[in-house]
């Protein structure tokens, strides 16, 4: 079993940063492929970036290719999203997903098995 808890989320100016964080509990999350998903009111859950178990492989949506930078800490049990240029579009629940162990990364949601309960970030206009 593994247990996510996200954090670092907030309200920050269009085209500011911020960086949210997933803190995993269990042994298995350095053999674990992770990802951010995010979803704005009355929408669905979309993809939002993804990481290998290694770290040496990332994925990122079109809309946040450029902007977002997704990161581990193996040490430390730790998913990163470095959040830059942030647009209201940005504007959503972010979650943070434990998959099987992949040294690529898994682009669809239906490949996670755990879920974090997520953090809100606001970009204001």
């Known amino acids: 079993q593994v247990q996510l808890v996200e954090s670092g989320g907030g309200l920050v100016q269009a085209g500011g940063s911020l960086r949210v964080s997933c803190a995993a509990s269990?042994?298995?999350?350095?053999?674990?492929?992770m990802g951010w998903f995010r979803q704005a009111p009355g929408k669905e859950r979309e993809f939002v970036a993804a990481?290998?178990?290694?770290?040496?492989?990332?994925y990122y949506a079109e809309s946040v290719k450029g902007r977002f930078t997704i990161s581990r800490d193996n040490t430390k049990n730790t998913l990163y999203l470095q959040m830059n240029s942030l647009k209201p579009e940005d504007t959503a629940i972010y979650y943070c997903a434990a998959g099987p162990g992949s040294y690529y990364p898994l682009r669809s949601r239906q490949e996670y098995n755990y879920w974090g309960q997520g953090t809100q970030v606001t970009v204001s206009s």
């Open positions: 990481i290998g178990w290694s770290g040496s492989t990332t």
């Open positions: 269990g042994r298995t999350f350095s053999r674990s492929a």
